[in-house]
């Protein structure tokens, strides 16, 4: 998936939710308002470090 379309399509979809749309079946509610990819991978890594996961883990 081209990364464009995973941000199109995945990402600001859970970030804004859709409670706004009521053409859509399904709503959701936003995730964060303002999360970025950059900011999610950084948390990630976070999270990483406070389980306790290796350094060559977090690197994989």
Known sequence: MWRSTFIRRVLKPAVKGNEGCPQSGIHTVPIRPGLTF???????????????????????
């Open 38 to 60: 950059h900011g999610l991978r950084h948390s990630h890594k976070t999270w990483l470090i406070a389980g306790g996961a290796p350094e060559i883990a977090q690197a994989r």
